[in-house]
């Protein structure tokens, strides 16, 4: 069963975790210093926060899978959406160990696909990725750092 995955950039991340926690009635599954996560079933949602990233608001939006089967089935939907197709393979990201690839979508909402595999006892490491999107963050896991979009006169 898939599950939605929300990261959001947030400045003070004890304060978003009152919030949240108060918001979703459970408090984070994961906390450390700089990232909580909620894995929720009520919505089924993987939402997550993290306060070292330059970005502030929503970084990305996924879809998080439970095997690699029903990882391959929306590997084969992100080819088929006729986008450019990044595909980041074994990562660690976000304290966790992971299978990914990312896309963005006609207005440039970044979007990874992913089955998380393990757990990490470190943040991650920023892809290098090529250019799909002019919003996505700047320098952070789980949010490609991806080159400017390139416009041209006409």
């Not at 089924?44 to 990233?53: E, L, M, P, Q, T």
């Not at 899978?65 to 990882?71: G, I, K, R, W």
């Amino acid at each position: 069963m898939k599950r939605l995955h929300v990261h959001v950039g947030v400045d003070d991340l004890t304060r978003s975790i009152g919030f949240y926690s108060t918001l979703f009635g459970a408090g984070p599954t994961v906390t450390k210093d700089d990232y909580a996560k909620w894995m929720l079933d009520d919505p089924r949602v993987n939402f997550a926060i993290s306060s070292g990233n330059a970005h502030k608001g929503v970084e990305h939006l996924g879809i998080q899978v439970e095997s690699a089967d029903e990882l391959q089935e929306v590997y084969g939907r992100l080819k088929a959406a006729d986008r450019p197709v990044v595909e980041e393979g074994a990562t660690t990201c976000c304290y966790a160990k992971s299978e990914k690839s990312w896309i963005a979508d006609p207005q440039g909402i970044v979007w990874e696909a992913f089955f998380t595999n393990g757990e990490a006892t470190v943040y991650g490491d920023n892809p290098e990725l090529s250019a799909l999107s002019a919003n996505s963050a700047e320098a952070t896991c789980c949010a490609p750092a991806m080159a400017p979009k390139v416009t041209c006169c006409g």
